[in-house]
């Protein structure tokens, strides 16, 4: 089982910038994908960004690419979301969930953390 923190949410105005970072506890030496999501009330929960936590290979969706950039600190089993150029419509709450090795999907993603929220004002 593996226990995720988010946190680094808040309140930024259009333009700004946020770090979120993920904290991965428990056994992770069964994982390898880390991932970053968000869910509005009226949205299903949205991939952002993955890391390959054994190869540091990177992937991110089209609506956050240039943007958005994760990185991951493996000494501190952490992951972290930089996020550039924020909009009111990345108004969210963020979650970083784990994939198992051999993952390629966003569907292979779980253990959810309890979210960080983000809003973004105009």
């Known amino acids: 089982q593996v226990q995720l923190v988010e946190s680094g949410g808040g309140l930024v105005q259009a333009g700004g910038s946020l770090r979120l970072s993920c904290a991965a506890s428990?056994?992770?030496?069964?994982?390898?994908?880390l991932g970053w999501f968000r869910q509005t009330p009226v949205l299903d929960r949205e991939f952002l960004a993955a890391i390959s936590w054994s190869s540091g290979s990177t992937y991110y969706a089209e609506s956050v690419k240039g943007r958005f950039t994760i990185s991951r600190e493996a000494a501190k089993n952490m992951v972290y979301l930089q996020m550039n150029n924020l909009k009111p419509e990345d108004t969210a709450t963020y979650y970083c969930g784990v994939a198992p090795p051999g993952w390629g999907a966003e569907g292979d993603f779980g253990s959810w953390g309890q979210g960080t929220r983000v809003t973004v004002s105009s």
């Open positions: 428990g056994q992770t030496s069964r994982i390898d994908g």
